[in-house]
């Protein structure tokens, strides 16, 4: 299958001046070709023609921390403390749901990203296996790992966790990648982890974990252990894996320099830090440092979208705040985020960039039809910092259509809708 | 004229509870009668019928802080240090800008407004004739004033100001009200501010003023008064008149008590505050000591949209950021500062909630059509939390519909996206 899309108006990509009037081949799953539209009457052969005139064309997002099922739970609980939401709200919703709610639950999520750019994206939660299957159906590219919860999993869940990850590594075609996730320090022990990291490393599986997510975790560790959640992890090797860890909000002195010279994958969600009251990221200082950060939604319930054009603009302007510098993650800086080091951080390859040879994973964007477009005297800056999700029109993964003309093309909205809705309220009503 | 809608699923507004399944009649410009559906035989007569299933109504939202042409500068410069954005941007640009430009730069902010749920709007800018012109051919609601910066403007410009805020109050069908607008503390001399203390005192004009932006702002004011910016106004009375301050983002001692005392209306720019890192306004100590908090845009420069969905998230995060407190400013508290506190804070009566008797300024907002509706736990947070601007389905003011079905009704899109275009790029290109 040959897809040609012409007449791009721009394409943006991390590390490349941006490129105008283009058309890109895509040949099965690959970018094969990208060029000036001057020399389009190269391309004598193609199955399909996507006219991008006044598009730009950008990789798709990249979200590496996401609960997807807890869609059902959007306006469930909010503007609670912590540890009421929690207890009184979350943990008994997610009691109630069973592997089906979580298939539906997810499939709403699925529509939501695909409808607003994001064309990966790395979940942790249960029933990954039904997770896989709408995944498998709805044509995205996914990272998939089972949450263990020592107390809840134990030593069951975890051999079920690996199995998951062993069976479904490269599932769907190659669009499904896996990990091993213990959910945090603080509720996984340290034998649990140790072994955790012998089974990563075994299998060559990297990890998902929570880590310094709250004041409350460092203050409990420090008491606890007398070292920060960082410098405990390090202190048994947890770190010689590939490891993506949600948050890292909090550094104590010393943790900066382990998460640097571990190589530590940041998932960056500023929505979720910002709604649940746990503070600001130390972005710019990682980046500095040299570490790969990229950026996550969490669940819907603590965002309360799956948006990552409002967690982009989110992350940007909280580092203004954060250092009082206007001049903190710029939007070329917000571009790398939210694509290539997305891909890094879940050890993707050739994935995140619109670049020949590269997975064809990307969106086109109207510039024509918001008033948040004009002028047009930067349509990355207008992307990034004026526009809504709404001026998504086409979204493409590994060379297939998943939207076109705002139109979703492998999932079907009335029966998702019905059923995310009847499932969610359900479970809210029985907890009444 | 009488419109009647019917079929509304719910109907938020400040202080009611929330209201299902009504109708609503609007007699000219006010709303005549709300009830439930199973009375609507009751309304005999009506000339226009609008179905609102399976839609909410709001009222519009108030944005009580912005300097709308300047939508031509978007995208045009951002993560800049703050003086060199001002001096090698933003004023050149403004330099450039005539009357039509601004006249073509405010009817784009205008659709945008209109797209976005906004029904009123505060504005301070210059070519205010031109505003109000447009202002009057759109539909909105707005309140005026030529801003004033002293070795700019000086007497004539005062007059000038002066005499626009008395021929155009009441314009528009009462639309239109007017304020003085000195731009700043720091850029008006203490004798100009008295005589617009005195002028405003006169001809019961309330004032418009950028008050405690950014942290520079005071530490200048110390060292050169003594006082904070606060202070040094309270000192000469500044404060007798109805003052609407931009900003107050930072608070030296007694300045919170100065502003509560004075019932000084607040302004709050979150969006702006955050891309300029000028900080976090402390709003709920404003809050809590019963100050009058509403919701603002600034200009798109600093934003960069005009979309007060986008502001009020920001709005309830950034706070809850900076209090760690994941209570802090509820939807409840943000339906309030989006619409009745905007009201208030710009001195106009009946306007700011759906009640009988208020003027029909309201948006019906489509929860049926978007993910971030689904599932419906709670919709005042899916919109507020969740949501974007695509939602905004039909949008009236003063019993007007200026938007129905997402089609403006009073404002030629093509032509403003054509003139706003060729102006701004013209400007960029002469700049260059």
Sequence with gaps: MKILIKNIAEIYSPFVELRKNQFILIEDQIIKKIGKMSKINQIKEYDYLIDADKKIVLPGYINTHSHAAMTLMRGYADDMPLDRWLQNKIWPFEAEMDADDIYWGTALALMEMIKTGTTTFSDMYFAMDRVADIVGKSGIRAVLAEGLIEANDGQEGLNKALKFALDYSGAADGRITTMLAPHAPYTCGREYLEQIRDLARENSLPIHIHLSESKKEIFDFLEKHQLSPVKYLAEFDFFANHVLAAHCV????????????????????????????????????????GVNVSLGTDGVSSNNSLDMLKEAKMASYLQKIKYSDPTAISTKSILEIITINGAKALALSNVGLIKEGYQADLQLIDINNSTFFYPHHNNLSNLFYAADSGSVDTVIVAGKVLMENKELKTLDTEKIYYEAEKRALKIAQKLR
Tied chains: 1, 2.
């Excluded at 500023?270 to 990682?286: D, E, H, Q, R, T």
């Design 250 to 289: 909090h550094l104590e002195s010393g943790d900066l320099e382990i998460i640097s010279d571990n190589n530590i994958q940041i998932a960056h969600n500023p929505m979720s830090n910002a709604k649940l009251a746990n503070g600001i990221a130390p972005v710019k200082k990682y980046l500095d440092k």
